[in-house]
């Protein structure tokens, strides 16, 4: 079975760095788009960054120049590095994929979360 797995959250004073690790594995045939979403005590859940196959990268605006996220395609894993945090980067964040396995069309795929929480 395909799964998602999170790694790298933690608890971090503000203005500290994190990074974060999503590993796909699985009888995987293709990777499309991965990303990383988040979702705080009492929010909806929202679009941190994404990745495509090739390297191309979307972030929200909030986390410009503070977030990178790039990819190891080699490894089917994904990476989130945060610098500069602030407590309202607090929330759990999940890894999201689109996947081909060897025994199914492309399906999009969620990890379990991993917490992240920034002090003050």
């Known amino acids: 079975q395909v799964r998602l797995v999170e790694s790298g959250g933690g608890l971090v004073q503000a203005g500290g760095s994190l990074r974060l690790s999503c590993a796909a594995s699985?009888?995987?045939?293709?990777?499309?788009?991965m990303g990383w979403y988040r979702q705080a005590p009492g929010k909806q859940r929202e679009l941190v960054a994404d990745?495509?196959?090739?390297?191309?990268?979307n972030y929200a605006e909030s986390v410009k120049g503070r977030f990178t996220i790039s990819r190891d395609n080699a490894k089917n894993t994904v990476y989130l590095q945060m610098i500069s945090l602030k407590p309202e980067d607090t929330a759990v964040y999940y890894c999201n994929a689109d996947i081909r396995s060897f025994l199914r069309d492309l399906r999009n795929y969620w990890g379990q979360g991993t917490q992240v929480t920034v002090s003050s």
């Open positions: 699985g009888s995987i045939f293709s990777i499309n788009i």
């Open positions: 990745i495509t196959s090739g390297g191309r990268t």
